[in-house]
């Protein structure tokens, strides 16, 4: 644990405060109550950031699961210890999207999904107007589905592609059941096939291309990006990294894509990212790979729910979470093993709302 410790010294040197001193104390004694009355469970690693500072940083040891891999027994979690993202890495294949946009490595939004793959010659009535918007927002309209069957499943759709011969035929090749924009699917293909275009743009794989443009600029640690058996890259859930490292991107996603003078990451495509496309459910919107919701905090009046503001997302199996609140300039990483239990995620709802958005006065 550290308080008031610069997490990004290049983005603004601060020292400890009062505030922060208080702030951390609060989010502690709230953890541990929470972890002792079993209201939280199987935390690996939790990183609170404020105004470019560490406010918190806790360790546990928990059994661990590496996607591509499996069981890795019990792990003692620490600052240098990599973890599985799981589907936050959808978030990042966005980012990365957008860097590639800059370059000209990859077509814009607007550009038709199919054209993008000629090598495919899949083009027709049904699929022609999916554009690479649709895959981004995750709306193309085609049948897939992934949430109503466990990933053991052989017939959930990213197991299926996992399986198939050419995992991007398989995904182009969906047969149309909406009409593209018009609603949400959450769709790990989606994110398979705007990664093959980074590396068909680029020339280098997704961890190669986001270990030079963005995890290296932001001196990050080691990180990996698991692959399937025949080499293919599993760009919808394959990340891995510290959870310190997953908070540096929550900071610079604060700071619009910037980070030590330099404009790692277009301020237009955080823009794009973190802007509402399509709702999700009750609760959550959708950007480019992101979720966005609101959220409440402080002590209401009456019936009032407190201050709400909007919250950014990225969220992953098993429990590992990225949120980010502009409006507090504050990010919250943490990572679990909660894997393959239906109740997930309630331990990283708790740390939010009862832990840390407690906390702050």
Same mark, same amino acid.
């Given at each position: =644990?550290?308080?008031?410790?610069?997490?990004?010294?290049?983005?603004?040197?601060?020292?400890?405060?009062?505030?922060?001193?208080?702030?951390?104390?609060?989010?502690?004694?709230?953890?541990?109550?929470? =972890?002792?009355?079993?209201?939280?469970?199987?935390?690996?690693?939790?990183?609170?950031?404020?105004?470019?500072?560490?406010?918190?940083?806790?360790?546990?040891?928990?059994?661990?699961?590496?996607?591509?891999?499996?069981?890795?027994?019990?792990?003692?979690?620490?600052?240098?210890?990599?973890?599985?993202?799981?589907?936050?890495?959808?978030?990042?294949?966005?980012?990365?999207?957008?860097?590639?946009?800059?370059? %000209?490595?990859?077509?814009?939004?607007?550009?038709?999904?199919?054209?993008?793959?000629?090598?495919?010659?899949?083009?027709?009535?049904?699929?022609?107007?999916?554009?690479?918007?649709?895959?981004?927002?995750?709306?193309?309209?085609?049948?897939?589905?992934?949430?109503?069957?466990?990933?053991?499943?052989?017939?959930?759709?990213?197991?299926?592609?996992?399986?198939?011969?050419?995992?991007?035929?398989?995904?182009?090749?969906?047969?149309?059941?909406?009409?593209?924009?018009?609603?949400?699917?959450?769709?790990?293909?989606?994110?398979?096939?705007?990664?093959?275009?980074?590396?068909? %743009?680029?020339?280098?794989?997704?961890?190669?291309?986001?270990?030079?443009?963005?995890?290296?600029?932001l001196g990050m640690g080691p990180t990996k990006w698991a692959t399937t058996q025949d080499g293919e890259p599993i760009a919808?859930?394959?990340?891995?990294?510290?959870?310190?490292?997953?908070?540096?991107?929550?900071?610079?996603?604060?700071?619009?894509?910037?980070?030590?003078?330099?404009?790692?990451?277009?301020?237009?495509?955080?823009?794009?990212?973190?802007?509402?496309?399509?709702?999700?459910?009750?609760?959550?919107?959708?950007?480019?790979?992101?979720?966005?919701?609101?959220?409440?905090?402080?002590?209401?009046?009456?019936?009032?729910?407190?201050?709400?503001?909007?919250?950014? =997302?990225?969220?992953?199996?098993?429990?590992?979470?990225?949120?980010?609140?502009?409006?507090?300039?504050?990010?919250?990483?943490?990572?679990?093993?909660?894997?393959?239990?239906?109740?997930?995620?309630?331990?990283?709802?708790?740390?939010?709302?009862?832990?840390?958005?407690?906390?702050?006065?």
């Amino acid at each position: =644990m550290a308080m008031g410790t610069p997490i990004l010294p290049v983005l603004g040197q601060r020292s400890s405060t009062d505030t922060s001193d208080k702030f951390a104390s609060d989010v502690i004694r709230k953890l541990d109550q929470a =972890m002792a009355e079993r209201r939280i469970w199987n935390l690996h690693g939790l990183v609170v950031v404020q105004n470019d500072n560490l406010i918190v940083e806790r360790y546990f040891e928990g059994q661990d699961h590496e996607r591509g891999v499996g069981d890795i027994g019990t792990v003692k979690f620490d600052a240098n210890t990599i973890h599985d993202l799981r589907s936050c890495s959808k978030s990042i294949v966005a980012l990365l999207y957008g860097i590639a946009l800059q370059f %000209g490595k990859v077509p814009a939004p607007e550009v038709s999904l199919i054209s993008a793959f000629p090598e495919y010659d899949l083009a027709n009535e049904q699929r022609s107007p999916i554009t690479i918007h649709h895959a981004l927002s995750m709306t193309m309209g085609t049948d897939w589905d992934e949430t109503s069957l466990p990933y053991e499943d052989t017939r959930n759709s990213e197991i299926a592609m996992d399986s198939a011969p050419d995992r991007y035929r398989y995904i182009l090749e969906r047969p149309a059941i909406d009409t593209p924009g018009m609603h949400w699917t959450y769709c790990g293909g989606a994110t398979a096939l705007l990664a093959r275009l980074i590396s068909k %743009g680029s020339g280098k794989s997704p961890h190669e291309f986001a270990r030079e443009f963005l995890f290296e600029p932001l001196g990050m640690g080691p990180t990996k990006w698991a692959t399937t058996q025949d080499g293919e890259p599993i760009a919808a859930s394959g990340a891995r990294m510290s959870v310190r490292d997953l908070a540096k991107i929550g900071t610079l996603m604060l700071h619009g894509g910037r980070h030590d003078d330099r404009q790692i990451v277009p301020a237009e495509w955080i823009r794009r990212c973190t802007t509402p496309t399509v709702s999700c459910d009750e609760l959550r919107r959708y950007g480019y790979q992101w979720f966005l919701l609101d959220v409440s905090f402080g002590k209401p009046k009456g019936w009032a729910v407190g201050r709400l503001e909007r919250m950014c =997302m990225a969220q992953g199996e098993g429990g590992q979470r990225l949120y980010i609140i502009p409006a507090l300039q504050l990010v919250i990483a943490l990572t679990s093993g909660n894997y393959g239990t239906d109740d997930q995620g309630v331990p990283p709802t708790r740390i939010l709302r009862e832990v840390v958005l407690a906390s702050i006065s």
